[in-house]
């Protein structure tokens, strides 16, 4: 039996995509919440807890495009020509809010409040846009054989922009959870609030997604609610119920800590897992799978092999870097 290459690449590329939304999720969740807090020291505080880390977590963005590109070149190809507008709006924002969080640092308080804007609108352009993409991927894309035939508006759509706003509120969760791991006192009393809230507030819009998508696409119905799916895809959604009362549970507690970052992250994965059983096994919805998209065994073989080498090192030093910045973060102290 030989190795199945695409399935490997497969994997590889959902992997890469699921790190990046983990770790640049609750980055962009700061920027997010930044309207919510109007304190200069507390909000100083939230950009400490990820200045050590954050310019590390777009590594995972650029290995699932770059594993999309070498193993999947026709996904590549027809993908960015469908979603161009929102991946160059995704790019603007991700670059705005880069610089303005080292500019931010830099500037007077004459223009503190200028930078702080900045990174609060770039937070919310790259997520919301990332939301929007999604949702485009999901209704699929018009094709011609296998090229894209539709126009660069046809990823507007009132679904994709629902999953656009459905994205903020995530990654609000995950920055949210993570403030409350790193902080302490009034900003973490208030991120508590803000967390319970958005946990409602998501799993009412999961439920919206959950229905929205199989009364529009009869291929998802079939996939879900078909014997024994059914049966084998149940825990998913029930898994879901149950990681949001915990997660409301444990935030009623005087010290939450680490426990709601977790479950979050756990949310966020089953989240991920129900797109996952969706869409499977096309990566061009709705009809192309990767296997039809595969580039030749040769070149998937040759860029596996330096794949496998670069990933456990990017594994070790991000775990490192968190490792070494472990610790709470109090109000008035920084990183130099």
């Known amino acids: 039996m030989g190795i199945d290459l695409p399935l490997i690449w497969a994997i590889i590329i959902a992997f890469g995509v699921m790190m990046y939304v983990v770790m640049d999720g609750f980055d962009l969740g700061i920027g997010i919440l930044f309207p919510f807090v109007s304190d200069r020291r507390e909000r100083d505080a939230m950009v400490n807890t990820v200045a050590p880390v954050w310019d590390g977590n777009e590594t995972w963005l650029v290995l699932g495009g770059a594993g999309l590109f070498a193993a999947f070149p026709l996904a590549y ?26 500019f931010r640092f830099k500037a007077d308080e004459r223009r503190k409040p200028f930078w702080d804007r900045a990174f609060a609108w770039g ?20 094709l011609h054989g296998t090229t894209f035939a539709g126009s660069a508006l046809d990823c507007f759509t009132p679904f994709s922009i629902f999953t656009g706003f459905a994205l903020l509120l995530a990654y609000a969760l995950l920055g949210s959870t993570w403030l409350i791991m790193k902080t302490s006192d009034g900003l973490q009393r208030r991120m508590c609030q803000l967390a319970r809230r958005t946990s409602i507030a998501l799993l009412a819009i999961i439920a919206i997604v959950s229905i929205w998508t199989p009364l529009t696409h009869a291929e998802v119905t079939a996939r879900w609610f078909s014997l024994p799916n059914m049966v084998l895809f149940a825990p998913v959604p029930i898994l879901v119920l149950a990681v949001t009362w915990l997660q ?25 897992t129900g797109l996952a059983i969706s869409m499977w096994p096309n990566v061009i919805p709705p009809s192309i799978s990767i296997w039809e998209a595969a580039s030749p065994p040769q070149s998937m073989g040759f860029a ?10 990017i594994l070790v030093y991000t775990s490192w870097s968190y490792y070494v910045f472990r610790g709470s973060q109090a109000i008035g102290e920084g990183y130099d």
């Not at 709006?89 to 809010?97: S, Y």
């Not at 919310?124 to 699929?140: E, K």
């Not at 596996?304 to 090192?313: C, D, Q, S």
Request: a positive charge; aromatic letters at 14%.
């Open 248 to 272: 409301l549970r444990v935030l009623q507690q005087r010290e939450p800590r680490a426990a709601p970052f977790m479950l979050a992250l756990l949310l966020i994965f089953l989240g991920y």
């Open 123 to 142: 937070s919310y352009i790259a997520t919301f846009s990332q939301g929007v993409a999604l949702g485009a991927f999901i209704n699929g894309f018009k």
């Open 304 to 313: 596996l092999a330096g794949t496998l080498f670069i990933i456990p090192i």
């Open 77 to 102: 190809g027809l993908i960015l020509s469908a979603l161009y507008l929102p991946l160059m709006f995704m790019l603007a924002g991700l670059i705005w809010r880069g610089v303005s969080f080292e």
